[in-house]
C-alpha cells in the first residue's frame, strides 16, 4: 500500500517553504493545503501520485512547481484549486478527471515536455499556456476526453484540434 502525504499551510511557521523533491519516488495521494509550497530540485526525478492530487486555495493558494527533466505521473483525478506549474522537459501524465479552479499554468516556453490529460478536463479558474509569452509552449498539449472551459484558457500560438481535445465547450477568453 502507498503513503497519501499532506502538505501542511505554512502560515505562521518559521520555514516558509514546503518539501522539495530530490529523489524519484511513489505516493498514494497528494493533498497541498492552503498556503503550501512543493517543488523539485530540477533533476531528473520521477513522481508517481497512484490517487488524488489535490491543491488547496482558502485565501492563499497551494503552489506546486515542477521543474527539470523529470516525469509526472497522476493516477487519480487532480483537484487544482491552487498553483499548478509544469516546466519540465519531461512528460506530464494526468489520468482520470483534471479539474482546475486556480491555476494551470506551462512555463519554460519551448523546451517544457509534453502534457497528456488522459480524461476530461474542466477548467474555471486560468489555465496558460502562453507563460507571459515568454516564449510560447510548444509542446503537445492532448487531453483525450472532453474539454469544458469556463474561464481563461490562453493559447497564444498553435492549432485545436478535436482529435487533440475530444469534444470542446464552453466560453471565455
Not at 5 to 27: A, K, Q, R
Not at 116 to 130: C, E, P, Q, R, Y
Amino acid at each position: 500500500m502507498t503513503a497519501s502525504v499532506l502538505i501542511p499551510d505554512l502560515s505562521g511557521v518559521f520555514e516558509s517553504e514546503g518539501p522539495i523533491l530530490n529523489i524519484t519516488t511513489t505516493i498514494g495521494s497528494l493533498t497541498m493545503a492552503n498556503n503550501s509550497t512543493f517543488a523539485t530540485d530540477g533533476g531528473a526525478r520521477g513522481f508517481t501520485l497512484t490517487g488524488q492530487f489535490f491543491l488547496q486555495d482558502l485565501g492563499t493558494p497551494a503552489d506546486f512547481a515542477f521543474a527539470g527533466s523529470g516525469s509526472l505521473t497522476v493516477g487519480g483525478t487532480v483537484d487544482n484549486d491552487g498553483i499548478l506549474r509544469w516546466s519540465s522537459t519531461g512528460a506530464a501524465q494526468f489520468g482520470n478527471t483534471f479539474t482546475n479552479d486556480g491555476t494551470f499554468r506551462i512555463e519554460n516556453g519551448a523546451n517544457a515536455g509534453n502534457v497528456t490529460i488522459s480524461g476530461t478536463a474542466t477548467n474555471n479558474g486560468t489555465w496558460d499556456l502562453a507563460d507571459g509569452a515568454n516564449p510560447d509552449y510548444d509542446g503537445t498539449l492532448r487531453i483525450a476526453g472532453s474539454w469544458t472551459n469556463g474561464a481563461t484558457a490562453t493559447f497564444l500560438s498553435g492549432t485545436v484540434s478535436t482529435v487533440a481535445f475530444g469534444n470542446i465547450a464552453g466560453s471565455g477568453a
